[in-house]
């Protein structure tokens, strides 16, 4: 119906998806909520202008995270985003962070108190930041926002079995820092 114009159709997809495509972009830009913000308008724009080249007979997810993946690339590469690199907000309230990963982690150690699940989320967060990009984003499209390793194969233009050892890796190297490895889920 989206793609046919139905201008319902999009606010329903935009409500959908809206959280889970700003929580990827705002990760994949280290935390910078300002440029996360505006690059989410640009996606669904690009997503409007571009309706026509969906095809129904794959996920909407998933071309949806290809468009925010791409575009996010493209941003990091501008000479904007190295601007902007030096001046990042630590004004950041949780609920807007989509703490989705590290709040599940918490929650797994439950050792106590509030403040020290604020603390390791705080680690986990700033680990996901610091791991390289292809770990970094093969990541968070499967802990976080669950998508398959097939459906981040299609998105990344990867070989599945690359996608599962890449997001191996990443499992290891937050192991390393942080000695929690995130749940594992089924692809």
């Known amino acids: 119906m989206f793609k046919e114009g139905n201008s319902a159709a999009f606010d329903l997809l935009f409500e959908k998806f809206r959280v889970p495509v700003f929580n990827f972009i705002y990760r994949m830009l280290n935390r910078q909520k300002g440029p996360a913000e505006d690059?989410?308008?640009?996606?669904?724009?690009?997503?409007?202008?571009?309706k026509e080249f969906y095809e129904p007979e794959g996920r909407f997810s998933t071309w949806l995270f290809s468009i925010a993946r791409n575009h996010c690339l493209n941003f990091l590469k501008s000479r904007t985003y190295k601007q902007d690199k030096i001046t990042i907000s630590i004004d950041?309230?949780?609920?807007?962070?989509?703490?989705?990963?590290?709040?599940?982690?918490?929650?797994?150690?439950?050792?106590?108190?509030?403040i020290e699940q604020k603390e390791f989320r705080n680690r986990f967060e700033e680990t996901i930041s610091t791991l390289p990009e292809k770990y970094r984003e093969i990541?968070?499209?499967?802990?976080?926002?669950?998508?398959?390793?097939?459906?981040?194969?299609?998105?990344?233009?990867?070989?599945?079995?690359?996608?599962?050892?890449?997001?191996?890796?990443?499992?290891?190297?937050?192991?390393?820092k942080i000695g929690v490895l995130p749940e594992e889920k089924e692809t």
Request: no cysteine; glycine share 6%; charged share 30%.
């Open 139 to 176: 990541f968070l499209l499967h802990a976080v926002e669950g998508l398959t390793h097939q459906e981040i194969s299609k998105i990344l233009k990867i070989n599945p079995a690359t996608i599962r050892t890449d997001y191996h890796r990443a499992k290891l190297l937050i192991k390393e």
């Open 39 to 50: 690059l989410l308008q640009e996606i669904f724009v690009k997503v409007v202008q571009g």
């Open 92 to 114: 950041i309230r949780e609920e807007e962070s989509g703490l989705v990963m590290s709040d599940k982690l918490a929650r797994h150690r439950n050792d106590g108190s509030t």
